[in-house]
């Protein structure tokens, strides 16, 4: 009786424990918000920065991705990497604006990563490239090639300041990062940019009627 007492008690606990941190989820979502402006608007200002070289990789379809009308597609999506990711640190539009960016990302996941796989960094220990969960014989290979390059360049007088700023890796180039993002404009798009820090909360008719009512009852 006494173990069913204190078990009663410990799920009464938890539950209140998650009620509080429920009235936190606008931080979560914020945080989301914080991380992926960034991402996004550097993504835009390097397109606009290469839009010569960038316009011929979305043109050409031999090398590229060989889309019709690239200079609209690229401007489109320039502008919406730019205005979208401030419109993410603003908490403006959010879940039309991650509606944008997730399409961006499931297209740049299918047209530009997805033939090598999972993984970013080539690491064949990965669990997503040895055959446990994907496999991936490119990846396994690297770490030959790697190795191989890392013996040229020992033999250079100015090893240690080429690694300096860290190891070197091979860069896979699959959809993990792309992935990872679209996941996160996922949930923005369902829950919106949160409660409180976001334009959008203030803006939004219900929080105005109860601004008014309050006023009212004042």
Known sequence: MRSLLVIQQSILCYEKLVTKLQRLDFL????????????????????????????????????????????????????????????????????????????TMLVAMVTVHGKNGWLAIADASSWLADGTIFYNQAVLTASDKLAKVNQILQQ????????????????????????????????????????????????????ARTVTSEEERA
């Open 28 to 103: 979560a979502l914020l945080l989301l918000r914080l991380y992926l402006t960034p991402v996004m608007m550097q993504a835009g200002w390097t397109k606009l920065e290469n839009f010569d070289s960038t316009l011929s990789w979305f043109a050409n379809p031999d090398w590229g991705l060989g889309l019709p009308a690239p200079a609209l597609l690229l401007s489109l999506v320039i502008l919406l990497e730019l205005a979208g990711g401030l419109a993410l640190l603003l908490g403006l539009f959010t879940r039309l604006t991650a509606v944008g960016l997730s399409i």
């Open 156 to 207: 250079q007088p100015d090893y240690d300041w080429m690694l300096s700023s860290g190891k070197l890796v091979v860069l896979n180039n699959g959809i993990e990062f792309a992935a990872t993002y679209f996941v996160m404009l996922l949930v923005l798009v369902v829950y919106g940019a949160g409660r409180w820090l976001s334009l959008d909360y203030w803006l939004s008719p219900k929080v």
